[in-house]
Nanobody, 124 residues
Framework: QVQLVESGGGSVQAGGSLRLSCVAS????????MSWYRQAPGKEREFVSR???????RHADFVKGRFAISQDNAKNTVYLQMNNLKPDDTAMYYC??????????????????WGPGTQVTVSS
């Protein structure tokens, strides 16, 4: 299986920055894409950004120009650089195995995984 652990969350004032990290372990060669999601209290979990192994990216409209996603394949780590944070960005942030290489026989029994999350709090 794959295990994911997020870090880098914290409390900042509006306009501040944070850099989240998600480290994957286990069958990491099976992961071809990773995503960040977030969930605010009382709201549904929502997509933030995704990066695939080939470097292609997708972003939610609300983060464009403020957040950047990147990866270090050698470290099995995905980052989310968040700038110009707003109080509405307050949420638990989760990473997720967005794309698994099921075409590889060694990956066919792998389940998509979520990390435990890291809390981001932005005060006005």
């Amino acid at each position: 299986q794959v295990q994911l652990v997020e870090s880098g969350g914290g409390s900042v004032q509006a306009g501040g920055s944070l850099r989240l990290s998600c480290v994957a372990s286990g069958f990491t060669y099976c992961i071809d894409g990773m995503s960040w999601y977030r969930q605010a209290p009382g709201k549904e979990r929502e997509f933030v950004s995704r990066i695939d192994r080939d470097g292609s990216e997708r972003h939610a409209d609300f983060v464009k120009g403020r957040f950047a996603i990147s990866q270090d394949n050698a470290k099995n780590t995905v980052y989310l650089q968040m700038n110009n944070l707003k109080p509405d960005d307050t949420a638990m942030y989760y990473c997720y195995t967005a794309r698994i290489r099921y075409s590889d026989s060694g990956c066919r029994n792998l389940a998509a995984r979520w990390g435990p999350g890291t809390q981001v709090t932005v005060s006005s």
